[in-house]
């Protein structure tokens, strides 16, 4: 009984100090993204085996495995962007090797998967915000004028340029990494995050009206009907067609 | 100190070098095959094997799956997919067959650091063993198990000497070196066989694959004994073998069944009167020329740590 006692303390010990330090290993730094297919985080974390099959099969080194002393839960694959980027093998080699389904095999099409998203976050530093035509980043996107879109925007500080900002379209932006990685300047101005970090979420019960109206094929609120505005003599609302219309002869005629 | 300095001297006269080391020999040649078929991928460039003990691809067909590493993960609620499924099927019906502890013995790396350990520690001749109960290592299972379920991610993978040592030779060790100096001098300054013997919780849930295994050591020749005390100073799990040793009187048969015998066959070796040898658990009868009722039993002085 003396031993079972001293035996169950030791791992009781043991076993408060990895719980701990489990908590704290869950945490994965802003930079380091999971390979395409990874299952949100927590799964993910109960689900890999640490056996680095997927590091192996990935053709271009993207992947690493992280070891004890890295700030990522050691034994798991991760990339960071800057440093090697994923080029989106179309047989998308490390999820055909996961054994565990920590890579979701139910991603086959690699335009599907989301890693991260990237974020063009210091437009003080972007050289396309000053005015200037790099594109370097719009350029080397595999989902080119899809995922990052070039918007104009009149250039104030000339007046009479355009600015073709970088845009990312969070619908088409794989996180990849291979803006962040081509970004020109010297610390990257566009970056990829994990999508726990920079991915907004709607409330499940918002609708868009105009959505709504489409999938619909008419509008869904109460059937079009007269408003019943407050004008002022003279004037009067078509609702259908000329909107606000002001009578002839009228006193209140246009100024 | 026990009869003999060196234990295994007498088998090596009355058999010679070979005949006195083979099972260690073979031992070691097996651990160190097993890393290299890892190591020749990162190393040369030749990926017979991929991946690491966790789990790994051999020749492109063969999965296999470490049955604990997957029960953690089951654990932690995620059901894996079909490949490591298989991985660990294949994985257990092996062990089922040579002995769920003879990965310990013959494929665990870790096994090597704590040999080491042992080794120096006889060399020192540092005694003072403290009392840990070989059970822990179950409790430990245990929590390694439950863990899992309260936290919902694999924990002991974060800590786990094995893997730790088995991934860091593979793919880059980082910090997990301080982990295996800590096994080495648990087991050299603290606890005779320590880790493996006591703690390791990855050894317990595969003695539990030995309870039916097939493989054992068996002490058929046992009337034989002189003795001499050699194979429990050698062995790392010596509470198996003092009954099947000496209590053929009480019907105790002479198959070493205890499921914590790693099979590394290291009694074998270094018994100079070949008492035990490997075989099969079946036929596990009391024979009559084994009984010595006869015999003097000087067994009552041996201390099982
Ligand atoms: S998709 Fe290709 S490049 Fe990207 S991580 Fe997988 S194997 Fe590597
Ligand atoms: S192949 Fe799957 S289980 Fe293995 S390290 Fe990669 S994600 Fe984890
Ligand atoms: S590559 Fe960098 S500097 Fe160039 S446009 Fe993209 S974010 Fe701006």
């Not at chain 1, 335009?111 to 063009?120: N, T, Y």
């Not at chain 1, 499940?204 to 079009?224: C, F, I, N, T």
């Not at chain 2, 060399?123 to 063993?129: D, S, T, Y």
């Amino acid at each position: 009984m003396k031993d079972s006692s001293r035996s169950l303390s030791i791992v009781a010990l043991m076993s408060l100090g990895l719980g701990v330090y489990s908590k704290q290993s869950k945490s994965l730094p802003a930079n380091a993204l999971r390979p395409p297919g990874a299952l949100e985080e927590q799964d993910f974390l109960s689900a890999c085996l640490r056996c680095g099959l997927c590091v192996r099969d990935c053709p271009f080194d993207t992947l690493g495995l992280a070891k004890s002393g890295d700030d990522i839960n050691v034994g798991t694959p991760y990339f960071k962007a800057r440093e090697v980027p994923c080029e989106m093998c179309d047989d998308i080699p490390c999820v055909v090797a996961c054994p565990s389904g920590a890579l979701d095999k139910s991603l086959t099409n690699i335009d599907d998967a989301r890693m991260g998203l990237a974020v063009l976050f210091d437009q003080e530093n972007c050289l396309n915000y000053q005015g200037l035509r790099c594109d370097v980043c719009y350029r080397v996107c595999p989902a080119i004028n899809q995922a990052i879109t070039l918007e104009h925007r009149p250039n104030e500080r000339t007046g009479k340029h355009a600015m073709f900002i970088p845009t990312v379209n969070s619908d088409h932006c794989t996180g990849c990494g291979k803006c962040e990685y081509a970004c020109v300047l010297e610390e990257a101005a566009i970056k990829i995050f994990p999508l726990t970090l920079v991915a907004g979420k709607a409330d499940d019960h918002y609708r868009m009206g105009w959505e709504e109206k489409q999938q619909h094929g008419s509008s869904l609120v109460a059937p079009d009907q007269q408003h019943l505005y407050n004008l002022p003599s003279g004037q009067s609302y078509d609702y259908d067609k000329e909107g606000l219309i002001f009578e002839e002869n009228s006193s209140g005629a246009a100024q | 100190m026990s009869p003999n300095a060196h234990p295994g001297q007498e088998a090596i006269i009355a058999n010679g070098w070979f005949q006195a080391n083979r099972w260690l020999i073979s031992r070691r040649l097996s651990q160190i095959t097993i890393l290299v078929l890892f190591l020749l991928g990162p190393w040369f460039g030749w990926w017979l094997v991929k991946g690491n003990l966790s789990s790994s691809l051999t020749l492109g067909i063969l999965p296999l799956t470490d049955p604990f590493v997957l029960l953690q993960s089951l654990a932690s609620g995620h059901w894996p997919e079909t490949a490591s499924i298989i991985g660990a099927l294949i994985v257990i019906s092996f062990y089922l067959i040579v002995g769920g502890r003879a990965y310990c013995a013959w494929v665990c790396p870790v096994n090597l650091v704590t040999d080491a350990a042992f080794w120096l520690r006889e060399r020192l001749g540092l005694g003072g063993a403290s009392s840990l109960s070989r059970k822990t290592r179950y409790w430990l299972l245990g929590a390694t198990l439950i863990m899992p379920v309260v936290s919902g991610q694999i924990i002991w993978e974060l800590v786990n000497p094995v893997s730790m040592l088995h991934r860091g030779l593979i793919f880059g060790i980082g910090f997990a070196w301080v982990i295996l100096l800590a096994v080495f001098i648990f087991d050299l300054f603290v606890t005779r066989r320590g880790w493996c013997s006591h703690l390791c919780p990855m050894g317990a849930f595969y003695s539990l694959l030995g309870t039916h295994n097939l493989v054992r050591v068996r002490a058929d020749n046992r009337a034989a004994c002189n003795d001499c005390l050699d194979c429990y100073r050698v062995c790392p799990e010596q509470q198996v073998i003092r009954t099947v040793l000496k209590d053929a009187e009480k019907g105790i048969g002479p198959v070493i069944d205890a499921p914590n015998c790693t099979n590394c066959g290291r009694c074998i070796d270094v018994c100079a009167p070949n008492v035990f040898h490997m075989g099969l658990r079946f036929n596990n009868k009391v024979s009559v020329e084994t009984s010595h009722l006869d015999r003097p039993n000087h067994s009552s002085g041996v201390e099982v740590l």
